[in-house]
């Protein structure tokens, strides 16, 4: 039976009205990321012999490490690690309290009481407001950026404040701007950095001024941070644990997905406040029975050689390098981030004698439609589209053929800015 015909019975009536009520199903609205796959498909029928260069997608383009996957296969084979994990298995949970302290310099993290694994990042994003939002309280998230946190606080009946990421401010945000109702009625404070989709990183003067900012409004920070560790050109891996205070008043979230290529995997960890923490942990057991413990096994494997992340990042630094050139030869101001992998640029404003680009969007459609460059628009604070740089190439000389090719497409526009 097709979905209009269940529509007209009583299921479509029953839906909760936080994912639409009674008119669940009925929107016509078409949201960013169909529309670029929907240009992506029309771009591949319009030019089939032409090579689509795919610059949006946010997740590594290679496998996991070759001794994280023996470690899997290792461990699979084992009986005694088919069963539930539950909360997590002890050796993750050292493994990541040293990796905090031997990456980051974070001292003094307990292993039994201050991380938790979570099934990648996502979910433990999506299961925080649920230890400590009512409804009426409200969530500070920043936009553009990573929206889980937030549509689960309104799930929960509490409110979102968005704060914008602009240039101005090195997209950090500006917390002397929240208005004084807002910090008072505010549990939760979401961060992400370095951050997607700016590519802009953090500072430790930034992250001690945000845990002063917690103390004095008593809002618990989130810090994401599944790029903390993938930086470039001398710039060492921050995390927001190290900063004096900062256990105080939240946790930061890692993931093995972007700085180890296992997005696949689902594995991550919680770490930082032990009342927090134990918190999430209890909310956690009644929405998982934990990764599976091979996983876990491979993962601490992984996290104790940091150095794989550290190759990851060569190609990464490189690949951006290559890409922030080619840009700025076509009159882009693309400048190179200190961290993650993807590149932030301003839109321009339209083909000089030509069309004219109003949002991010449109140059974004263009640009797949035209010239076959997949990108992804951001429109929330200032016109600007992401690259990044996990584009599917093999090798160095692969690398240097695809930023040319991207280079050759665009050279017979001048753009306006």
Same mark, same amino acid.
């Given at each position: 039976?097709?979905?209009?015909?269940?529509?007209?019975?009583?299921?479509?009536?029953?839906?909760?009205?936080?994912?639409?009520?009674?008119?669940?199903?009925?929107?016509?609205?078409?949201?960013?990321?169909?529309?670029?796959?929907?240009?992506?498909?029309?771009?591949?029928?319009?030019?089939?012999?032409?090579?689509?260069?795919?610059?949006?997608?946010g997740e590594p383009d290679e496998m996991a490490?070759?001794?994280?996957?023996?470690?899997?296969?290792?461990?699979?084979?084992?009986?005694?690690?088919?069963?539930?994990?539950?909360?997590?298995?002890?050796?993750?949970?050292?493994?990541?309290?040293?990796?905090?302290?031997?990456?980051?310099?974070?001292?003094?993290?307990?292993?039994?009481?201050?991380?938790?694994?979570?099934?990648?990042?996502?979910?433990?994003?999506?299961?925080?407001?649920?230890?400590?939002?009512?409804?009426?309280?409200?969530?500070?998230?920043?936009?553009?950026?990573?929206?889980?946190?937030?549509? &689960?606080?309104?799930?929960?009946?509490?409110?979102?404040?968005?704060?914008?990421?602009?240039?101005?401010?090195?997209?950090?945000?500006?917390?002397?701007?929240?208005?004084?109702?807002?910090?008072?009625?505010?549990?939760?404070?979401?961060?992400?950095?370095?951050?997607?989709?700016?590519?802009?990183?953090?500072?430790?003067?930034?992250?001690?001024?945000?845990?002063?900012?917690?103390?004095?409004?008593?809002?618990?920070?989130? &810090?994401?941070?599944?790029?903390?560790?993938?930086?470039?050109?001398?710039?060492?891996?921050?995390?927001?644990?190290?900063?004096?205070?900062?256990?105080?008043?939240?946790?930061?979230?890692?993931?093995?997905?972007?700085?180890?290529?296992?997005?696949?995997?689902?594995?991550?960890?919680?770490?930082?406040?032990?009342?927090?923490?134990?918190?999430?942990?209890?909310?956690?057991?009644?929405?998982?029975?934990?990764?599976?413990?091979?996983?876990?096994?491979?993962?601490?494997? +992984?996290?104790? &050689?940091?150095?794989?992340?550290?190759?990851?990042?060569?190609?990464?630094?490189?690949?951006?390098?290559?890409?922030?050139?080619?840009?700025?030869?076509?009159?882009?101001?693309?400048?190179?981030?200190?961290?993650?992998?993807?590149?932030?640029?301003?839109?321009?404003? +339209?083909?000089?004698?030509?069309?004219?680009?109003?949002?991010?969007?449109?140059?974004?459609?263009?640009?797949?439609?035209?010239?076959?460059?997949?990108?992804?628009?951001?429109d929330d604070a200032g016109h600007f589209v992401?690259?990044?740089?996990?584009?599917?190439?093999?090798?160095?000389?692969?690398?240097?053929?695809?930023?040319?090719?991207?280079?050759?497409?665009?050279?017979?526009?001048?753009?306006?800015?």
């Amino acid at each position: 039976m097709s979905i209009e015909r269940y529509q007209e019975t009583y299921i479509q009536s029953n839906f909760a009205d936080r994912i639409g009520g009674s008119n669940y199903g009925k929107d016509t609205a078409i949201y960013k990321f169909e529309k670029i796959k929907r240009a992506k498909r029309a771009a591949k029928e319009a030019f089939p012999n032409v090579e689509l260069i795919d610059m949006g997608v946010g997740e590594p383009d290679e496998m996991a490490d070759a001794g994280i996957v023996a470690k899997l296969a290792e461990e699979a084979a084992k009986p005694e690690n088919r069963g539930y994990a539950d909360n997590g298995i002890a050796e993750f949970k050292e493994a990541a309290a040293k990796y905090l302290k031997e990456v980051f310099g974070v001292e003094g993290i307990d292993p039994e009481t201050e991380v938790l694994h979570s099934i990648g990042s996502k979910p433990a994003l999506a299961m925080l407001p649920s230890v400590f939002i009512n409804p009426g309280d409200v969530t500070i998230m920043t936009v553009p950026g990573y929206p889980v946190m937030g549509t &689960h606080t309104k799930y929960l009946g509490g409110e979102v404040y968005n704060v914008q990421l602009t240039k101005e401010n090195n997209f950090l945000p500006n917390l002397d701007s929240i208005p004084e109702d807002i910090c008072k009625r505010a549990k939760l404070l979401y961060l992400n950095y370095p951050n997607n989709p700016t590519g802009a990183s953090a500072t430790v003067q930034f992250f001690e001024k945000v845990v002063a900012w917690a103390k004095k409004n008593n809002v618990v920070v989130v &810090h994401d941070a599944p790029y903390a560790a993938l930086t470039y050109d001398g710039e060492k891996p921050l995390s927001f644990l190290s900063v004096p205070g900062a256990k105080d008043v939240g946790v930061e979230l890692h993931s093995l997905s972007k700085s180890y290529n296992m997005t696949g995997w689902r594995i991550g960890f919680v770490a930082g406040n032990p009342l927090i923490v134990k918190a999430f942990g209890d909310v956690k057991d009644n929405n998982d029975s934990g990764q599976f413990i091979a996983i876990q096994k491979a993962a601490a494997y +992984g996290l104790a &050689h940091p150095e794989i992340t550290e190759k990851i990042a060569e190609k990464y630094s490189r690949r951006h390098d290559l890409l922030v050139a080619a840009l700025n030869e076509l009159g882009f101001k693309a400048e190179k981030p200190k961290g993650s992998f993807f590149l932030y640029v301003e839109a321009p404003k +339209g083909i000089v004698g030509g069309q004219r680009f109003e949002t991010a969007e449109d140059f974004s459609q263009y640009l797949i439609r035209e010239k076959l460059i997949s990108t992804v628009p951001w429109d929330d604070a200032g016109h600007f589209v992401r690259f990044s740089v996990t584009f599917v190439a093999n090798g160095i000389e692969d690398e240097k053929r695809v930023i040319s090719e991207i280079k050759r497409r665009l050279s017979d526009v001048q753009f306006e800015f």
